[in-house]
């Protein structure tokens, strides 16, 4: 590749699919930054001991874990798209309380909630509370 060749000006798509051809990236996308790509994306470059804000690493957000885990299940990315909504719901009802801090009593509430002021169906009441078990049953600690 010439490194003095400019990307296309005009609007010419033969132009512009041999540029994305000879440089592997779209014209007006910047090149990748130097270094040992494969070494930062597979998170070898270095232990990272804080963060940029000089905090130490945290572990995995909830939601991050319970993806994570539905992945490893092999569930369909569509179940794994609707439990976090329903999760996410369920943590915003409860003022966003942490679903550590919360049982049996505030899941039976929320779907309670669906049922009565949301005028959801059964099967919706279903999937809500398949959702805000899987957490319990699979990611949360049992305490």
Same mark, same amino acid.
């Given at each position: ?5 400019? +990307? ?10 041999? #540029? $994305? @051809?000879?440089t592997g990236r779209a014209? =007006? ?5 130097? =270094?040992?790509?494969? *070494?930062?994306?597979? =998170? ?26 539905? @992945?490893? @299940? ?11 909504? #329903?999760?996410?719901?369920? $943590? ?7 679903p550590n801090e919360m049982?049996?009593? +505030?899941? !039976? =509430? ?20 398949? *959702? ?10 049992? !305490?």
């Open positions: 590749m010439d490194p003095t060749r400019k +990307e296309p000006e005009s609007n010419g798509r033969r132009e512009k699919d041999a #540029w $994305i @051809r000879e014209p =007006g996308v910047p090149n990748p930054p130097q =270094g040992d790509l494969d *070494a930062r994306f597979d =998170g070898q470059a270095q232990e990272q001991t804080t963060s940029r804000t000089g905090d130490p690493p945290r572990s995995p957000r909830l939601l991050d874990r319970v993806r994570q885990e539905i @992945r490893t @299940r092999h569930y369909s990315r569509r179940t794994e798209t609707a439990y976090v909504a #329903w999760i996410k719901r369920f $943590i915003f009802f409860h003022d966003k309380r942490h049982g049996e009593a +505030e899941i !039976s =509430g929320f779907v309670s909630h669906l049922a009565t002021h949301k005028k959801v169906s059964a099967s919706t009441q279903g999937q809500a509370l398949a *959702a805000l078990l899987f957490p319990y049953k699979n990611v949360l600690p049992v !305490s």
